[in-house]
């Protein structure tokens, strides 16, 4: 009897660790680290905020706790346009990654620039991404209204076009949950820096929870 009930014990002890085995490998989150390369301008680079409060460290530390597994590089140029993301896109990614998330066009905006350029720099670069068959998250930005309607149309536009043209996850609006319930404000007094432009460490953090699962639907494309 107690022969029988040890061959029973190491029995079901030899089915719980095959079970363990195969949900591991099954669950494509837990495998080896995924990259994630975080590939943008100031909003990405973490511009004024300590180390730890950055997007790329707020999205490392959410995906984590999701139980993902993940390599976060923060390629994230201050100042950068869609022109200079362009022009360092191929020396920045001579690494391959899982996943790209593309931030830029709101220098372009804040610069006035032609936003048909803006969109042909992002068009470039969605195309290179495809080539490489590296998964692309692409976040979009709304025109301002100073610029006039029609600037705006076509500002707003390039993204959405973008977005319908290219199997990617698309988030549309990085500073959607930044903004006061007409949705066009920014809630300067909880979520900005004083400079009134780039999100304090709580508008990540409210950027972050939102965008969070977009990240997590590109990581299993």
């Not at 494509?28 to 905020?49: C, E, H, M, N, W």
């Not at 290179?128 to 149309?153: D, F, Q, R, V």
Request: charged share 15%; aromatic share 10%; with cysteine.
């Amino acid at each position: 009897m107690k022969f029988s009930s040890l061959r029973y014990g190491l029995f079901v002890g030899l089915c719980n660790v095959l079970l363990i085995i195969l949900l591991g490998a099954a669950s494509p989150l837990r495998a080896d680290p995924k990259t994630i390369v975080a590939f943008g301008d100031s909003l990405t680079q973490g511009y004024g905020l300590p180390a730890d409060a950055g997007f790329v460290p707020q999205m490392g530390a959410w995906l984590v706790a999701q139980g993902a597994s993940v390599r976060m590089v923060n390629a994230g140029v201050s100042g950068d346009t869609t022109a200079g993301g362009l022009a360092r896109l191929d020396w920045t990614l001579a690494e391959p990654a899982d996943l790209v998330i593309v931030n830029l066009g709101s220098n372009d905006m804040l610069r006035g620039l032609d936003p048909n350029l803006a969109y042909e720099n992002l068009k470039q670069i969605m195309d290179k991404l495809e080539a490489k068959n590296m998964s692309t998250l692409l976040i979009g930005h709304l025109g301002p209204l100073n610029y006039g309607a029609e600037y705006k149309a076509d500002y707003d536009g390039a993204f959405k076009k973008l977005a319908a043209s290219y199997e990617m996850v698309f988030y549309p609006f990085f500073f959607k949950m930044l903004m006061e319930a007409d949705g066009v404000t920014p809630n300067l007094q909880l979520y900005f820096q004083p400079d009134g432009m780039h999100p304090n460490a709580e508008g990540v953090q409210a950027v972050v929870s939102d965008m969070g699962p977009y990240v997590l639907r590109a990581l299993q494309q």
